[in-house]
């Protein structure tokens, strides 16, 4: 079974920093384009960042470009996103998602989906 | 950056109606869409893919088409358990990006 879990979520100050992971299992996770959703509490979804099988390429979002990193670590099976000069419109629940098709990085759907982890950026 | 304008943003139907939601692109996509389901509290679930392709194991009364810039998902018949939250999103090109959602309400 395809499974993703998201850890490390939690309460950071403004202008903290926090990392987030994603432990997969149940597929070839080297193979695949890993992408990182939020949700703000309330509203709707918001496409953060996605990172190549080979960590070659790697997108941002405009709102997140120059304080988030995302990385990922294929023989561990995780995914990463260091946030840095945290804000508190990062507060969201944050979904990492599998893109669909192997070996591709754009024109590709999301799924499956972990179960969030919630960061709140407040003092 | 390409701009999913999504509508309605809510819509009151009930059990057996049919209910049509809409996606425009600010440029074409060409069939670079999907559409999401999402319940309260549960992460998103994939219901259509490339406009109009239904993912596995999702029941056929929800269908997708368009092409371009105008898109549509259809639930023929309305169920319990579809009342929820539908996302579209584009994967067309980076940034991807999400309509802002339609909450489907019982009636």
């Known amino acids: 079974e395809v499974q993703l879990v998201e850890s490390g979520g939690g309460l950071v100050k403004p202008g903290g920093s926090l990392r987030i992971s994603c432990a997969a299992s149940?597929?070839?996770?080297?193979?695949?384009?890993m992408n990182w959703v939020r949700q703000a509490p309330g509203k709707g979804l918001e496409w953060v960042s996605c990172i190549s099988s080979g960590s070659t390429y790697m997108y941002y979002a405009d709102s997140v470009k120059g304080r988030f990193t995302i990385s990922r670590d294929n023989a561990r099976k995780s995914l990463y996103l260091q946030m840095n000069s945290l804000r508190a419109d990062d507060t969201a629940v944050y979904y990492c998602?599998?893109?669909?098709?192997?070996?591709?990085?754009?024109?590709?759907?999301?799924?499956?989906w972990g179960q969030g982890t919630l960061v709140t950026v407040s003092s | 950056d390409i701009q999913m304008t999504q509508s309605p943003s809510s819509v009151s139907a009930s059990v057996g109606d049919r209910v049509t939601i809409t996606c425009r692109a600010s440029?074409?996509?060409?069939?670079?869409l999907a559409w999401y389901q999402q319940k309260p509290g549960k992460a998103p679930k994939l219901l259509i893919y490339?406009?109009?392709s239904l993912e596995s194991g999702v029941p056929s009364r929800f269908s997708g088409s368009g092409s371009g810039t105008d898109f549509t998902l259809t639930v023929s018949s309305l169920q319990p358990e579809d009342f929820a939250t539908y996302y579209c999103l584009q994967a067309n090109s980076f940034p991807y990006t999400f309509g802002q959602g339609t909450k489907l309400e019982i009636k």
């Open positions: 998602a599998r893109s669909v098709v192997p070996g591709t990085v754009a024109e590709n759907w999301l799924d499956p």
């Open positions: 490339a406009a109009s």
């Open positions: 440029q074409g996509i060409s069939s670079w």
């Open positions: 149940g597929f070839s996770f080297s193979s695949y384009t």
